[in-house]
C-alpha cells in the first residue's frame, strides 16, 4: 500500500546522537548501564562497545533499547530530557519532606542485658534514665516544626514500656495538636514485649500504634543474644507476638532481628521462626559495626563475606517459600529494589544520599540532647558525640537542621560527589551512610574500596539485577515487592 | 450487527426539518416536553399533535400532519430514548445514542492527523464541524442522569477550545456521566491546551491515548507520521501534572507485540501516574484489512509478551486490563484482567462458543473478525474454567 510508509521511513537517520548520563558495571560478560535515575538494561559486550565509542548506527534494536531508556537521545528531542526530569524530581521529593521520623527515647532502662546492646541501663533509677515530660513536650514541639506532611513518632529505649505512661502522654499530646495540624500522623513502639499488658494493648489499639519488636530467630538463637533474669525472652516475644498479631492486627506487628555472628550459619531457621509466627516479612539486616562489635574489633571483612552468603542463602530460601504459594516479603531488598523498579525513594536512612540523617530521622534522647540517628545515639553512649546535634532545651528545629554536625556529615558524605560513587553503576540504589562510614573508618566519607557497605550493597545490588534479569519467577516477586 | 445510519425508506414530501438532533419517543415513555422529540408512531396508531418529526416503521402509517421519517429495515429497531440525527429532507437518518447500550459513543470528526496502520475508522480529510455540533444537541437532549459518554474521532482535539467547549456543557448538563475522549494526545503537548481541558474540572472525565512503543521510531511508525511520539509523550506528561485521568491504549498488532514488555516498562516508569493501561486487541477493520500482512497476527503467538507486559505494570501496581480478547486465547494467568469490552452491536461468537463454558465471561468478538480470526478458537470445558491469580495480584 503506497499510502503508507515502512518502518524504515520512521527509523532515526543519521548520526546526530547524544548520549544522556549513564554509569556502567560489568558482570561476567555482560554489561549493565544504568540511565541518571537509575534505570538498568544488561548489554552485551558488543553491544557495549559500540555505545561507548558513540558509532551508533541510524536504527537498531540497541538504539531503540538505548533510547526507550533514556540513554541517548536525538538532538531537538524533549521528552526524554522532561522525563528523567520528572523522575529525579520524584526521586528526590522527600528532601522538601524532611524529617518524618521523630525517634523518642522515652527510657535508657531495660531488664535485658543483651551484650550487642550499648545503650540501655540496668539500672531502676527513674530519675536519671527516663526522659521527663517537659523533655517529651520539647521534643513534640521540634516534631511539629518539621515540615513533613507525615510524621511518625517512635518510641525506643532501653525498653520504653518501662515509661509507658510517658508513651501515653506523649501520644495525647500529638493527637490534640494534630487536629490542627492535619498531619498524617502515626506511632511505633519499638519494644521487646516482655512488658506487654493488657492496658498497653488496649491503649495501642485505641490510638492505632503500631509495635516493632527484636526477634533474633529461634529460642537457642534468640536466647543466647539477649539474656534477661528467667532465659525466657523468647518466650515472651513469640507471646507478644502473637497477641499484638491478634489484637492490633497482623498489619500492626513487625519484627527486627539483630544480626551476630552466630545467626549467620541459621538463615533458615530464622526463617522458619519468623514464617511459623504468621509474620508476613523479614528484614535480612547486615551485621551491625555499632556497639560491642567495634569494641572488641571483631567486625571484619571476612563477616562482611560471610553475611552476603547468608543474605544470599536468605534471598534464595524467601524466594523458594514464595514459590510455594507463601507470601514472605525480605524488606532489605524490598528497599533496593523500590529505588531500582520504581521512582519512589523508599526513605530508607542507611540507603539514602544525601544521608537520611537528620533529613529522615532525627532523635531525641531521655536526658533531651537530639541524635541525627539512631546509631549517632549509639556512638555517643560509647562516648563519641560527633552526631549530637543538640539539645531540647536550647535549639530549635532550624538551628538543628543546619548545625554544622549535621550539615558537614551530610555534604562530605553525598554519594554523587564522592569517589567511587559518582562513577558507580548503583549510585541511585546505594547511599552515603556518614554514621557507619564515620564508625568504621573515622571520616564520614570512607573509602569505599575498602568499605564492607560498599562492599556488601554492591554485592547485593549485582545478586537482585542478576535474579531479575534471569528468573522469571524471581522477576515478578520482586516486582511486586517493589510495587507494595 | 447492528446499523447506525441508513437511508429512509420514504420521508415527508418537500419537508424542511427545523433541527438535526431528535430524542425518540413514544406512547409509553411520552412527557410535556416536545422541544427536539420525535415521536415514534406504533402502526396505526393516531398521531399525537405538536412533535416536530413523527417516525414510522411504513410509510402507509405517515401521520396527516407534521414532518416524518419512515424508517429503513435496518433501524426500525430504534425506540424511544434513542437519539437519532436526520438530514434536512429527512432522507438521511444517523443513530446517536441508544439507551439500551452500556457504551455509547459519539463521533466527533473523521480528521486526523495521524494515519495508523491499523486504524479502524480512516481518517477522512473533509469539513465535518456538524458532527460536533450535532454532539453539543445530543447532550442538551439525553436525560441529566446519564450515566456515561464517550467521544471518538478522527481527532477530537482538532476542535481546540470548541471541545473544551463541548466538554464543559456534558460537565453541566450530565452531572453523573462519566465521559472518555479518545485522543492520539498529541495537542496536549502545548501546556496551555492541556491547562484548558483540566479547566473543564470535571472528576469524571478521562482521556485516552494510544501509546505504540517506547520510543519514537516504533510509534511514529504505527501511526504513520514523525514526531508524534514524542508530542504524545509530552501531552501526557502535561496531563498528568494538570492532575488529569489519563488512560493508556496499546493495540496489539504484529508490530506492537514484540515490543509489549518494553512499552509496559516504559509506562511503568515513565508514566505511572496514569490512571489505567488498556492492552487492546486488534479490530479487524478499516486500514487494519489493507494492511493485513503488517499488522494481523495470532493473539496465541504474543501470550508471552503480553504476560510480560502485564506483570511489568500490574505488580507495581499500575491498573492493567485486557480488551477485545477472545478468553480460549488468553493466557489462564490473565484471565483476572480481561474486560467484556467489545460494543455490544460487534459482538457475535464462533461456532466453537455454543459449548463454551467461559462463553459469558468472554470478550468474545468484533463483527468484523468474520474477516479474520484465529484458527484457535476453542470451546472451553467446563472444569478448566477457574484461573489462577497472577503472581501476588489475587492475594
Ligand atoms: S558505596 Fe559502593 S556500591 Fe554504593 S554507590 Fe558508592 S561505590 Fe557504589
Ligand atoms: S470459545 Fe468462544 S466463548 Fe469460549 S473462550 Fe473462545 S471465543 Fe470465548
Known amino acids: ?484 | 450487527m447492528i446499523s447506525l445510519r441508513g437511508r429512509a425508506s420514504d420521508f415527508g414530501p418537500g419537508q424542511h426539518l427545523d433541527r438535526a438532533v431528535w430524542m425518540v419517543v413514544d406512547r409509553d415513555r411520552l412527557t410535556p416536553q416536545r422541544h427536539g422529540r420525535a415521536y415514534k408512531l406504533r402502526d396505526c396508531e393516531e398521531a399525537p399533535p405538536g412533535f416536530g418529526l413523527y417516525l414510522v416503521d411504513d410509510a402507509r402509517f405517515a401521520p396527516r400532519d407534521g414532518a416524518w421519517i419512515a424508517l429503513p429495515p435496518l433501524l426500525r429497531y430504534v425506540a424511544a430514548g434513542d437519539v437519532i440525527s436526520a438530514s434536512e429532507s429527512g432522507e438521511h437518518v444517523r443513530v446517536l445514542w441508544r439507551a439500551g447500550s452500556p457504551n455509547n459513543s459519539v463521533l466527533l470528526t473523521e480528521r486526523c492527523d495521524h494515519y495508523c496502520l491499523m486504524c479502524s475508522q480512516p481518517p477522512k480529510e473533509r469539513d465535518d464541524d456538524w458532527l460536533l455540533d450535532n454532539a453539543a444537541e445530543l447532550i442538551r437532549l439525553l436525560p441529566t442522569s446519564t450515566p456515561g459518554i464517550g467521544f471518538t474521532g478522527g481527532e477530537p482535539t482538532i476542535y481546540g477550545e470548541r471541545l473544551i467547549e463541548l466538554l464543559r456543557l456534558c460537565r453541566n448538563l450530565l452531572p453523573d456521566a462519566g465521559v472518555h475522549v479518545l485522543s492520539n494526545g498529541r495537542r496536549f503537548a502545548n501546556f496551555g491546551f492541556a491547562r484548558s481541558w483540566a479547566s473543564v474540572d470535571n472528576p469524571r472525565m478521562m482521556v485516552g491515548i494510544p501509546l505504540y512503543g517506547a520510543e519514537p521510531a516504533l510509534h511514529d511508525y504505527v501511526v504513520q507520521s514523525e514526531g508524534a511520539f514524542e508530542d504524545t509523550v509530552r501531552g501526557i506528561v502535561n496531563l498528568g501534572e494538570v492532575g488529569q485521568r489519563i488512560e493508556i491504549r496499546v493495540v496489539i498488532h504484529q508490530q506492537t507485540a514484540p515490543a509489549l514488555p518494553e512499552i509496559a516498562e516504559y509506562i511503568a516508569r515513565n508514566l505511572p501516574f496514569v490512571e489505567q493501561v488498556a492492552l487492546m486487541g486488534l479490530e479487524m477493520m478499516g486500514f487494519a484489512r489493507a494492511n493485513v500482512k503488517d499488522v494481523w497476527i495470532d493473539p496465541l503467538d504474543y501470550q508471552p509478551e503480553l504476560r510480560e507486559a502485564v506483570s511489568l505494570l500490574a505488580l507495581r501496581r499500575v491498573r492493567t486490563m485486557i480488551y477485545n480478547h477472545q478468553l480460549c486465547l488468553l493466557d489462564r494467568e490473565l484471565w483476572p484482567f480481561a474486560v467484556r469490552s467489545i460494543s455490544d452491536w460487534k459482538n457475535e461468537y464462533h461456532a466453537e462458543c455454543t459449548d463454551c463454558s467461559a462463553r459469558d465471561r468472554c470478550g468474545g468478538f468484533f463483527f468484523s473478525a468474520k474477516y479474520k480470526v484465529s484458527e484457535s478458537i476453542r470451546a472451553i470445558p467446563a472444569a478448566e474454567t477457574q484461573a489462577p491469580a497472577l503472581l501476588s495480584l489475587g492475594r
Open chain 1, 1 to 484: 500500500m503506497s499510502r503508507f510508509r515502512g518502518a524504515e521511513a520512521f527509523a532515526a537517520s543519521g548520526d546526530d546522537w547524544q548520549l544522556l548520563p549513564f554509569r556502567f558495571e560489568r558482570l561476567n560478560g555482560r554489561v549493565l548501564v544504568t540511565n541518571m535515575v537509575g534505570e538498568h538494561l544488561v548489554l552485551s559486550g558488543e553491544d557495549f562497545e559500540v555505545l561507548a565509542t558513540g558509532e551508533l548506527p541510524a536504527d537498531s534494536d540497541l538504539v531503540r533499547r538505548l533510547r526507550a531508556k533514556q540513554v541517548i537521545k536525538r538532538s531537538g528531542e524533549r521528552a526524554p530530557l522532561s522525563l528523567l526530569a520528572l523522575k529525579a524530581r520524584t526521586r528526590h521529593a522527600r528532601l522538601a519532606e524532611s524529617t518524618g521520623l521523630h525517634i523518642f527515647v522515652v527510657s535508657l532502662r531495660c531488664e535485658h542485658s543483651c551484650p550487642y546492646c550499648q545503650v540501655s541501663r540496668q539500672s531502676e533509677d527513674r530519675d536519671r534514665y527516663d526522659m521527663t515530660l517537659a523533655t517529651a513536650e520539647r521534643g513534640l514541639d521540634m516534631t511539629f516544626r518539621s515540615p513533613s506532611r507525615s510524621l511518625k513518632i517512635e518510641f525506643q529505649g532501653g525498653e520504653p514500656l518501662l515509661n509507658f505512661g510517658l508513651i501515653e502522654e506523649v501520644v495525647r499530646q500529638a493527637e490534640v495538636r494534630n487536629r490542627d495540624e492535619g498531619r498524617d500522623l502515626g506511632f511505633v513502639i519499638a519494644s521487646n514485649l516482655a512488658l506487654l499488658s493488657d492496658e498497653v494493648l488496649d491503649f495501642c489499639a485505641r490510638h492505632n500504634i503500631h509495635i516493632s519488636t527484636s526477634l533474633d530467630g529461634p529460642a537457642d538463637l534468640h536466647n543466647r543474644n539477649r539474656p534477661r533474669p528467667g532465659r525466657d525472652s523468647w518466650e515472651r516475644a513469640v507471646d507478644g507476638i502473637r497477641r499484638v498479631r491478634e489484637t492490633l492486627g497482623v498489619d500492626h506487628i513487625s519484627a527486627l532481628m539483630t544480626t551476630t555472628k552466630r545467626s549467620l550459619d541459621r538463615v533458615r531457621d530464622i526463617i522458619d521462626t519468623y514464617v511459623d509466627l504468621g509474620l508476613r516479612g523479614i528484614f535480612l539486616r547486615p551485621l551491625s559495626p555499632y556497639g560491642f562489635a567495634i569494641k572488641t574489633k571483631s567486625y571484619s571483612a571476612y563477616d562482611a563475606e560471610r553475611w552476603i552468603d547468608f543474605y544470599r542463602e536468605g534471598l534464595g530460601y524467601i524466594l523458594e517459600l514464595n514459590r510455594q504459594g507463601l507470601d514472605l516479603t525480605e524488606y532489605f531488598s524490598t528497599v533496593i529494589l523500590r529505588k531500582m523498579l520504581t521512582n519512589v525513594e523508599p526513605g530508607y536512612v542507611d540507603l539514602m544520599s544525601p544521608a537520611g540523617i537528620g533529613i529522615g530521622a532525627l532523635v531525641y534522647n531521655y536526658d533531651g540532647s537530639v541524635y541525627a540517628s539512631d546509631e549517632g545515639r549509639m556512638l555517643a553512649e560509647m562516648g563519641d558525640e560527633t552526631f549530637r546535634l543538640g539539645h531540647l532545651e536550647v535549639d530549635t528545629y532550624e538551628s538543628i537542621m543546619t548545625s554544622e554536625a549535621l550539615l558537614a556529615p551530610l555534604e562530605e558524605s553525598f554519594a554523587l560527589s564522592a569517589p567511587m560513587c559518582s562513577d558507580c553503576a548503583f549510585e541511585t540504589y546505594c547511599g552515603s551512610d556518614p554514621v557507619y562510614h564515620y564508625a568504621t573508618s573515622g571520616d564520614f566519607l570512607g573509602r569505599k574500596s575498602e568499605s564492607d557497605f560498599c562492599r556488601r550493597n554492591m554485592a547485593i545490588f549485582k545478586h537482585l539485577i542478576d535474579l531479575y534479569e534471569n528468573d522469571e519467577f524471581a522477576r515478578r516477586t520482586f516486582l511486586s515487592w517493589a510495587g507494595r
